[in-house]
C-alpha cells in the first residue's frame, strides 16, 4: 500500500507513536475494493471519530473566545467551520489529496480533489491524531489547521452563509442559480412556519423550514449542500 505517511506527518507537525493509525486515516474506501488485505482498514471509522472530536474542539474553542456570543451564533460559526466544503478547502490547502491511498477508478475520475474524499479524510487524521495522542494533541492539530479561518472569525470578517455556499457550488458547477420556492406555509400571521425547497430546474436540491421565509431558504440551502456533499 502507497502513502507518505511519514512526509504528511512532518507537513502537519505530528510524531505517531501509532504510525498504523495515520496511515490508515488515507486509505479510502475504493482502495479495498481492489485488494485483498482482510486485515486492511479504509478510514470511515476514523472519520467518524474524527468528527466528533472537531465539533468538540471547534464548541470549545469558539465558547471561550466569544463569550459575549449568543449559542445561535456560536452555532453559527461551528457550522461554518465543521461543513464539507470548508474542511475540504483546509484539506486542499495542506496538500492533503496527493496523500490519498485510492482505488484506480477512483483515482483515474479525480478522487484526489474530490470535496468529500478531501473533507472525509481530514477528519480520519484528527480522528488518529486523537487515539494517537489524546485530546490535547487533536486540539493543537485542528487549531494549526484552522487557524486562518479562525482568525478570520477573529477579525471580525464576515462569512458565508448556506445560501450564497450553495449558489458559489452549484455555479461553479453547472453555471446556472438555484431557485428558491415556498411550498408551504402553516399557522397564525403572528407564528407562521415556512416550507422552502430550493430547485435546480426541476431538481429539488434541498427542503427547509423556518420561522421566517430566510430561515427556510438557509436551511434548505444548507440541506442541498450536504446533499451534494454526499454525492460527490
Known sequence: MKGDWQRLARQLGLEPRDPG?????????????EVRDRGLRDNERL???????????????????????????LSQMRAHLVRWDT???????????????LGKGEDLSGGR??????????????GAAYLDGGLE??????????????????????????????????????HQIPRYRV????GPDHAKTFTVEVVLGEQV?????GRSKKQAELEAARQALQTLSRAS
Open 205 to 209: 436540491l434541498g427542503r427547509g423550514q
Open 137 to 174: 494533541g487533536a486540539r493543537e492539530l485542528v487549531l494549526r489547521l484552522l487557524g486562518p479561518e479562525l482568525e478570520r472569525l477573529a477579525t471580525g470578517q464576515p462569512l458565508s452563509d448556506s445560501k450564497s455556499e450553495l449558489q458559489r457550488v452549484v455555479q461553479a458547477r453547472w
Open 113 to 126: 480533489r474530490r470535496p468529500s474524499n478531501l473533507a472525509g479524510a481530514l477528519e480520519a487524521v484528527i
Open 47 to 73: 472519520e467518524f471519530l474524527g468528527d466528533a472530536v472537531l465539533n468538540l474542539v471547534v464548541a470549545e474553542y469558539l465558547y471561550d473566545r466569544f463569550p459575549e456570543s449568543t449559542e445561535g451564533e
Open 21 to 33: 493509525l495515520l496511515q490508515q486515516a488515507l486509505v479510502h474506501r475504493s482502495y479495498l475494493n
Open 87 to 101: 474542511l475540504a478547502a483546509v484539506a486542499e490547502r495542506v496538500g492533503l489529496g496527493r496523500f490519498l491511498v
Open 183 to 186: 411550498v408551504e406555509a402553516e
